[in-house]
């Protein structure tokens, strides 16, 4: 599965910014899909996931502040981001787990600043 993601850029904190991830197949028949987010010098980390039941799970860093969600007819994963802090700035990368092997998208780089 190929994964296409989009939406970065920079916002001053407090703002809000939507990711995109449309797969290349329906993302009814991908086990889960995830944001994972990498900041200079750190490891990267998972942000959110969304199962293929729909059940999601968060980060406690981003909880009550960032949705992730989808659209199944146009095969699109988003994560939206609101009340952006400084420590939100990374490169946000999109995952699928097909078969169980993952499959990762390219980054979008993400930047919150005044």
């Known amino acids: 599965v190929q994964l296409q993601a989009s939406g970065g850029g920079l916002v001053q904190p407090g703002g809000s910014l939507t990711l995109s991830c449309a797969a290349s197949?329906?993302?009814?028949?991908?086990?889960?899909m995830s944001w994972y987010r990498q900041a200079p010098g750190k490891e990267r980390d998972l942000v959110a996931s969304?199962?293929?039941?729909?059940?999601?799970i968060y980060a406690e860093s981003v909880k009550g502040r960032f949705t992730i969600s989808r659209d199944i007819a146009k095969n699109t994963v988003y994560l939206q981001m609101n009340s952006l802090k400084a420590e939100d700035t990374a490169v946000y990368y999109c995952?699928?787990?097909?078969?169980?092997?993952?499959?990762w998208g390219q980054g979008t780089q993400v930047t919150v600043s005044s």
């Open positions: 197949r329906n993302i009814f028949t991908i086990d889960a």
């Open positions: 995952n699928a787990i097909l078969f169980q092997s993952p499959y």
């Open positions: 969304i199962g293929r039941g729909g059940n999601t």
